[in-house]
């Protein structure tokens, strides 16, 4: 599974850096995922000990721009 991040959609909560600071951090005001703890703003694959938290995240997302593909 992948994860990514509509910066237009981002408000900056920052709530997914609380749910799984393993896949995203803040920067520029905006959310970015981390890809093998780098931040990138395309497409990052999810490994499997956090897939809960990340699909926690997407939901739980103000601004729903936490996309997850397969």
Same mark, same amino acid.
């Given at each position: 599974m992948k994860v990514w991040i509509d910066q237009d959609l981002c408000t900056g909560d920052g709530? @997914?850096? =609380?749910? @799984? *600071?393993?896949? !995203?951090?803040? &920067? %520029?005001a905006v959310a970015q995922v981390l890809d093998q703890g780098k931040p990138i703003l395309g497409m990052a %694959? #999810? *490994? %499997?000990? !956090? +897939?809960d938290q990340v +699909?926690?995240? &997407?939901? =739980?997302? *103000?601004? =729903? @721009? #936490? !996309?997850? %593909?397969?």
């Amino acid at each position: 599974m992948k994860v990514w991040i509509d910066q237009d959609l981002c408000t900056g909560d920052g709530l @997914c850096t =609380e749910i @799984c *600071p393993s896949m !995203f951090v803040m &920067a %520029d005001a905006v959310a970015q995922v981390l890809d093998q703890g780098k931040p990138i703003l395309g497409m990052a %694959d #999810i *490994p %499997d000990m !956090f +897939l809960d938290q990340v +699909l926690d995240a &997407a939901e =739980e997302c *103000p601004g =729903e @721009c #936490i !996309f997850v %593909d397969q």
